[in-house]
């Protein structure tokens, strides 16, 4: 949870089984304020209106029984010298108090229980040893210490006895000074005011490191510069495995030495935050970016395998690229000039369409005077407002998913709207919403053509609505840039090999009739709108010499065209 606070009414309904452990999670992620978490269940329809006000009752009576035992033990007289002292009272943990929570009856206290076929939530709150159940502190309490099991007060002020083993209920002292027997959960309570700014809370901390990880970040940033310095795209960090470096999309060992499992996790978890180290303890994974002064800015992803933790690091320009710095033809810097529709980078992964993007996101930064939101996993390369005024939101640390985002920058007034990845039908729908209304849509696609494109973005949808999607893409879609990154024939890097499908009516109307095989036909005729093939790039490239025949056979769609197979059938 984003929050390590669990409010004392959501663990009321958890332990009366009214709702689940995950829905109360997902609740304290959606519901920043805790004193309406109520009113956020009863609105997801978790829990009914009475529901609701049968634990708020319940909720202030343990809170008034708190405080009135408080305020006798307050009142009490000091003993007199010499006097016997009373047992002392069990002083408050110095780490966070518990409230008691009635142990529920044997009949439904509240209405509408759920049924005995429902998945039984856990009673334990993650990151927690605190459990709801009197009978599991009992099993879990010595054989000694048995006969009297006692659950902590919360707010950090004192503790009282609630069961026994044999389960009566302790007395409660009252404000008087008279000894009350506390209230079961089946008794009535007095009706009470809601109490909307006391909440009673449990803190849940992150899980302890492994040892030997403090002051061994400095052993990973030199082999961050190490590779900047080598121009590598990417660093490989392997348990049980040697480094290796992506150069010119080869991957290289650097050396023979094996990196130790236990070496290879303190290296990495040194670099990481609470935050994140708690995402990878919990999920086995996480992705972030990190900055090294003096190298650039790295995009990582940190797993766990069989043979222990990994990390892989992008290394990502310090500065936004230009279409110059990425080797791509000036003519697609006309794409930045829409001010509404979408324009999608496509191609394999690694190929550079971050890159490309970037590039492009720059380019509407410098050039005109709006309001450009970008949502990213993670934020890669870092744009300064310029012209623009420039958001950029992180999947995780600024936002719960791509949709969530999109949806909410629907109402942030935004020009232009940069999308990591379009990655779940949710996404393609909003984006395709985003275009429709008035906004520039820019975002990636991990598809190898722009025919392809075509049928991602309409086969995600079910068969149902597909004829509708053909139409809003047909009159949404600006442009598809679909690239591959290919060997130079020097060995010196790799440049870009482009397929560029630019929307008109011809195209639009294909898309609405289904017809998208016929699309290579249009891309092969229409180099005078700025349109080409894959392999007409290749073509180029190989005709040129920066690149070799072997690698053009490599990327290319249509063999024929290189390995001279297509001349030998004409000859016949």
């Not at 142990?103 to 927690?128: D, H, M, V």
């Not at 099991?149 to 609630?162: A, F, H, I």
Request: hydrophobic share 40%; net charge negative; glycine share 6%.
């Amino acid at each position: 949870m984003s929050d390590s606070k669990v409010p004392l009414l959501g663990r009321l309904a958890v332990h009366y089984k009214l709702i689940t452990q995950a829905q109360l999670s997902q609740a304290l992620a959606d519901q920043g304020d805790h004193s309406k978490l109520g009113e956020h269940l009863v609105a997801e329809g978790h829990l009914q209106a009475k529901q609701l006000d049968r634990l708020l009752k319940i909720q202030q009576d343990m809170l008034v029984k708190h405080r009135a035992a408080k305020a006798t033990e307050a009142a009490s007289p000091e003993p007199e010298a010499g006097a016997a002292s009373p047992t002392p009272a069990r002083l408050p943990s110095p780490v966070v108090e518990k409230m008691p929570l009635p142990r529920p009856p044997r009949t439904a206290p509240l209405e509408e229980r759920p049924s005995r076929n429902a998945p039984k939530p856990s009673n334990a709150l993650p990151g927690s040893d605190d459990t709801f159940s009197p009978r599991a502190l009992e099993k879990q309490a010595p054989v000694k210490e048995r006969r009297k099991v006692q659950l902590s007060m919360v707010d950090g002020e004192t503790d009282r006895p609630v069961a026994t083993a044999a389960g009566e209920v302790a007395p409660v002292a009252t404000a008087a000074g008279e000894v009350a027997p506390a209230a079961t959960a089946t008794q009535e309570v007095a009706p009470v005011a809601t109490p909307t700014a006391e909440v009673a809370t449990v803190e849940v901390g992150a899980p302890p490191r492994p040892a030997g990880c403090e002051g061994r970040k400095e052993q990973l940033h030199d082999l961050l510069r190490q590779a900047s310095e080598a121009r590598a795209s990417d660093l490989h960090i392997h348990s049980g495995a040697r480094l290796q470096f992506r150069v010119h999309g080869e991957l290289t060992d650097q050396g023979d030495a094996v990196l130790e499992r236990a070496d290879c996790e303190a290296m990495l978890v040194d670099t990481l935050d609470d935050t994140q180290w708690s995402l990878l303890a919990k999920h086995g994974q996480v992705d972030f970016a990190y900055s090294l002064e003096g190298v650039g800015r790295f995009r990582c992803n940190f797993y766990r395998q069989q043979r222990g933790l990994d990390g892989t690091f992008r290394l990502i320009t310090p500065r936004p690229p230009t279409l110059d710095d990425l080797g791509l033809p000036a003519m697609l810097g006309k794409f930045t000039g829409f001010h509404q529709g979408m324009v999608l980078l496509t191609g394999p992964a690694g190929c550079g369409k971050s890159a490309t993007m970037a590039a492009l996101v720059d380019m509407v930064n410098e050039t005109r005077e709006e309001h450009i939101i970008t949502v990213e996993d993670p934020i890669e390369v870092v744009h300064p407002s310029k012209k623009c005024l420039v958001n950029q939101r992180q999947v995780g640390p600024h936002t719960e998913t791509f949709a969530r985002a999109l949806r909410a920058a629907l109402r942030e007034d935004p020009d232009v709207i940069s999308i990591g990845e379009l990655r779940d039908l949710e996404t393609i729908s909003l984006a395709l919403t985003a275009a429709e209304t008035g906004h520039f849509v820019l975002a990636t696609l991990h598809t190898n053509s722009a025919m392809r494109t075509i049928n991602r973005l309409i086969g995600v949808f079910p068969p149902n609505q597909q004829s509708q999607i053909r139409t809003m893409v047909s009159e949404s879609l600006r442009a598809v840039i679909s690239q591959r990154l290919v060997v130079r024939q020097d060995g010196k890097g790799r440049v870009p090999a482009l397929e560029v499908m630019i929307v008109n009516h011809a195209i639009g109307n294909l898309i609405r009739e289904n017809k998208t095989v016929q699309l290579q036909s249009i891309l092969q005729t229409g180099a005078s709108h700025g349109m080409c093939l894959l392999d007409d790039s290749l073509t180029k490239l190989v005709g040129n010499g920066t690149i070799t025949k072997e690698e053009a056979l490599r990327h290319c769609d249509d063999r024929r065209r290189f390995d001279g197979t297509q001349q030998h059938g004409a000859q016949e």
